[in-house]
């Protein structure tokens, strides 16, 4: 069965350093999404990305975040000075259409900020 | 942010024995309905969705109802088997937009 996969799967950086986190979604799949859950907190919305462009995103994708496709298979969410607050485990997704279709997560990437 | 909302931490079931998760929401303009199964170190996994125009979709040992006026939908899976072990979520999105609300989980252990 097709999955979405991410890497790395555990990524540990210094406060202040810039990451980027990469995503290969399903390859029929046009529609991606950014996620991330904070230790024993809820799943929460980053941001959607479509032909290239961002669709909508959450209060929490800030000027430090930025989400991008630079090839015809990967899409990175970059972040461009981490705080210790962005720790967390991240999760890629990839759904077929925008509306009434299941979104497909990959298995994240954990993020430790020191 | 309590949009959507699992009221039970946890749940404990035998096996055999039919699994009922509960979910609540808030947000009337939700329209399509999800739930997840995750495992420890994986990402969530899509079991079952549901649009709001219909009331109740089954797969397989998966069956999921929704109550419009209510707000609640639930999963029920029958038989319950100890594989079945791991965490719930449901979901929720408005055709406004693409985003998931989630709720914030259910445990679920099947003792054998």
């Known amino acids: 069965e097709p999955e979405v996969t991410q890497t790395p799967s555990h990524q540990v950086t210094q406060m202040g350093q810039e990451v980027i986190l990469r995503c290969v979604p399903i390859s029929n799949h046009l529609y991606f999404y950014w996620y991330r859950q904070i230790l024993g907190q809820k799943v929460e919305f980053l941001v959607s990305f479509y032909n290239n462009e961002i669709s909508e995103k959450s209060e929490i994708f800030d000027d430090q975040f930025s989400v991008e496709r630079p090839d015809g298979s990967n899409v990175t969410l970059k972040i461009r000075s981490t705080k210790l607050e962005d720790s967390a485990m991240y999760f890629c997704?990839?759904?077929?259409?925008?509306?009434?279709?299941?979104?497909?997560f990959g298995d994240g990437t954990r993020l430790s900020i020191l | 942010d309590q949009q959507v909302k699992q009221n039970s931490p946890s749940l404990s079931v035998q096996e055999g024995r039919i699994s009922i998760l509960n979910c609540d929401y808030t947000?009337?303009?939700?329209?399509?309905f999800l739930w997840y199964k995750k495992y420890p170190a994986e990402g969530p996994t899509f079991l079952i969705s549901?649009?709001?125009?219909?009331d109740k979709n089954e797969d397989g040992r998966f069956t999921v109802f929704l109550n419009k006026s209510a707000k609640h939908l639930s999963l029920h899976i029958v038989p319950s088997q100890p594989g079945d072990s791991a965490v719930y979520f449901c979901a929720a999105s408005s055709n406004a937009g693409n985003m998931l609300t989630f709720g914030g989980g259910t445990r679920l252990m099947v003792k054998p």
């Open positions: 997704a990839s759904s077929e259409q925008v509306s009434n279709q299941p979104q497909h």
């Open positions: 549901i649009s709001s125009i219909k």
């Open positions: 947000n009337s303009m939700f329209d399509y």
